[in-house]
Nanobody
Framework: QMRLVESGGGLVQPGGSLRLSCATSGTSLDYYAIGWFRQAPGKQREGVACISTSDGRTYYADSAQGRFIVSRDNAKSAGYLQMNSLRPEDTAVYYC??????????????????WGQGTQVTVSS
């Protein structure tokens, strides 16, 4: 059974960087778009970034545009979210999720068929 496992979260100072990883166990990600979401305390989960299956199309929420970079390595069945210039308001639990044959034209929770367990990102001095 396919599972997603996030890693790379932690505590970072404002202005710092983190790279989140999303890996699968035993299943190829070739046919899945990979989406990244986050949920801050007391707030709804929101889409952050997405990378599609075949053409590598990407989508970024306004809050991530210009600071975050989403990528994937199909040979490793993994996805990544490089987060730069982090701000305290980026503090949240970050989740990766998959969308079979997804194109990343939009990024909503309803599109996703599988979720990881989440990794905490805390931006604080």
């Amino acid at each position: 059974q396919m599972r997603l496992v996030e890693s790379g979260g932690g505590l970072v100072q404002p202005g710092g960087s983190l790279r989140l990883s999303c890996a699968t166990s035993g299943t190829s990600l070739d046919y899945y778009a990979i989406g990244w979401f986050r949920q801050a305390p007391g707030k709804q989960r929101e889409g952050v970034a997405c990378i599609s299956t075949s053409d590598g199309r990407t989508y970024y929420a306004d809050s991530a545009q210009g600071r975050f970079i989403v990528s994937r390595d199909n040979a490793k069945s993994a996805g990544y979210l490089q987060m730069n210039s982090l701000r305290p308001e980026d503090t949240a639990v970050y989740y990766c999720a998959t969308d079979l044959f997804g194109t990343c034209e939009t990024l909503t929770e309803d599109q996703m068929n599988l979720w990881g367990q989440g990794t905490q990102v805390t931006v604080s001095s």
